[in-house]
T-cell receptor, first 118, second 113 residues
C-alpha cells in the first residue's frame, strides 16, 4: 500500500485565488509527521509546512495552511492568495516515529503540479 | 556551508562505468538521506544514515549501489556498472532528529549513455 497518495497530477488556479492540494496517508504508527515540499522547475526541494500527529491545531505558515483531518488520514495543503511564483510541483511527505536511532525514512507522494494563471 | 551541498551537479557517464556522488550535509545534522527522483516522479528513498552507520538501506535497488559516511558528515553514493536505467536526479538531504524536516541539496543529475 502507498504510504502517501496524491491524487491530483495537475491543478490550475487563478492568481489571487486559494487552492487546495490533496494528500492522504497510511500508517499504523501513532507518532508521525507530515510535511509539504515545493519543487520549482529549477529542481530544489523547499520545505513549506509541518504537522505533527499529536498537534491539536492545523499548522499555518504565511499563505500556507495544512487542513489536517486525522481520522480521515488526510493532510491537504491550502495555498491562499496564489501568486505566479507558486507554480511548481508540490510533494506531500510523511515521517513515522520519534526515535531518531531507528530507520525513519521520509515517504513521498507522486506530487501535484500547480499552475497559477495570471 | 549554509545548506546541503552536492557535487557534481551534473554527471554524464557511459554504461558500465563507476560513479561517485558526493553530499556535504548541513553542519551538525546527524541524519543523512539519499533519494532518487526520476522525471515526473516523487523522490524515491535509497538509504538513510544516522551518524556513520546506515540505519536503513532498504531502498537501494541492488548491490551495484552502495553509500558510505565514514566520519558522520560527508557521504558518498557509489554506483558500479552503471545502467541507462540509473539515469535520474540523485538528491541528498540532511536533518536533525524528528520532528525536523529534511533539508535538500540541489541534486546531482546523472545521465548514463
Amino acid at each position: 500500500a502507498q504510504k502517501i497518495t496524491q491524487t491530483q497530477p495537475g491543478m490550475f488556479v487563478q492568481e489571487k485565488e486559494a487552492v487546495t492540494l490533496d494528500c492522504t496517508y497510511d500508517t499504523s504508527d501513532p507518532s508521525y509527521g507530515l510535511f509539504w515540499y515545493k519543487q520549482p522547475s529549477s529542481g530544489e526541494m523547499i520545505f513549506l509546512i509541518y504537522q505533527g500527529s499529536y498537534d491539536q491545531q492545523n499548522a499555518t505558515e504565511g499563505r500556507y495552511s495544512l487542513n489536517f483531518q486525522k481520522a480521515r488520514k488526510s493532510a491537504n495543503l491550502v495555498i491562499s492568495a496564489s501568486q505566479l511564483g507558486d507554480s511548481a510541483m508540490y510533494f506531500c511527505a510523511m515521517r513515522e516515529g520519534r526515535n531518531p536511532w531507528t530507520g525513519n525514512q521520509f515517504y513521498f507522494g507522486t506530487g501535484t503540479s500547480l499552475t497559477v494563471i495570471p | 556551508g549554509a545548506g546541503v551541498s552536492q557535487t557534481p551537479s551534473n554527471k554524464v557517464t557511459e554504461k558500465g562505468k563507476y560513479v561517485e556522488l558526493r553530499c556535504d550535509p548541513i553542519s551538525g545534522h546527524t541524519a543523512l538521506y539519499w533519494y532518487r527522483q526520476s522525471l515526473g516522479q516523487g523522490p524515491e528513498f535509497l538509504i538513510y544514515f544516522q551518524g556513520t552507520g546506515a540505519a536503513d538501506d532498504s531502498g537501494l535497488p541492488n548491490d551495484r549501489f552502495f553509500a558510505v559516511r565514514p566520519e558522520g558528515s560527508v557521504s558518498t553514493l557509489k554506483i558500479q556498472r552503471t545502467e541507462r536505467g540509473d539515469s535520474a536526479v540523485y538528491l541528498c538531504a540532511s536533518s536533525f532528529p524528528p520532528p525536523s524536516p529534511l533539508h535538500f541539496g540541489n541534486g546531482t543529475r546523472l545521465t548514463v549513455t
